[in-house]
């Protein structure tokens, strides 16, 4: 069956970063793209970029253009969101998800940006 | 950049009743590049329906979704008690894959 497995929460310093990973398995990791969205708590879904697990393609949420970087490690099946210069308005829970229109998406990982 | 606003922010409705849930979008969606998620607190989304229409695996037939260039419909035909949480509709038509602010269906 398809999972998708985060890493573990994370408190972090304003203007530190952060580097969340989500382990896939059960598919054929570079038949399909990684999504990452975020929820603040409280709020809504944001969509933060894509990037395609066949070739290394991105797309990014404008907002945060400059700030994140999305990578896949193909060895491993294994996805990574990097965000650097955190603010305490970055304090979320990060998912991931495979692809587009997902119905699997990894159990979430809270980022908390606090001094 | 396309922006979805959905209505109403919240329904507040009995278990038993027809729930409508609307996704308006600021231009015409690309070949119907619309889904809905149910998500409950604490918890990943759910994928309801993608395409606009189709309903993903495993999803009850009591969830439908309708719509074309820039207005989609969620209906819920009869209200199950565990179908109380919030609803958001994104499209993926284009970049970036935008979410609507979601709605909130609690019970009466």
């Known amino acids: 069956q398809v999972q998708l497995v985060q890493s573990g929460a994370e408190v972090k310093k304003p203007g530190a970063s952060v580097k969340v990973s989500c382990k896939a398995s059960g598919y054929t990791f570079t038949s399909y793209g990684i999504s990452w969205v975020r929820q603040a708590p409280g709020q809504g879904l944001e969509w933060m970029g894509w990037i395609s697990a066949y070739n290394g393609n991105t797309n990014y949420a404008q907002k945060l253009q400059g700030r994140v970087t999305m990578t896949t490690d193909t060895s491993t099946s294994t996805a990574y969101m990097e965000l650097r210069s955190l603010r305490s308005d970055d304090t979320a829970v990060y998912y991931c998800?495979?692809?587009?229109?997902?119905?699997?998406w990894g159990q979430g990982t809270l980022v908390t940006v606090s001094s | 950049e396309i922006v979805l606003t959905q209505s109403p922010a919240t329904l507040s409705l009995s278990p038993g009743e027809r729930a409508t849930l609307s996704c308006g979008a600021s231009?015409?969606?690309?070949?119907?590049?619309l889904a809905w998620y149910q998500q409950k607190p604490g918890l990943a989304p759910r994928l309801l329906i993608y395409?606009?229409?189709s309903r993903a695996t495993g999803i009850p037939d009591r969830f439908s979704g309708s719509g074309s260039g820039t207005d989609f419909t969620l209906t819920i035909s009869r209200l199950e008690p565990e179908d109380f949480a919030v609803y958001y509709c994104?499209?993926?038509?284009?970049?970036?894959?935008?979410f609507g602010q979601g709605t909130k269906v609690e019970i009466k």
């Open positions: 994104q499209q993926y038509g284009s970049s970036p894959g935008t």
């Open positions: 231009q015409s969606v690309s070949s119907s590049y």
């Open positions: 998800a495979r692809d587009w229109a997902s119905a699997y």
């Open positions: 395409d606009a229409s």
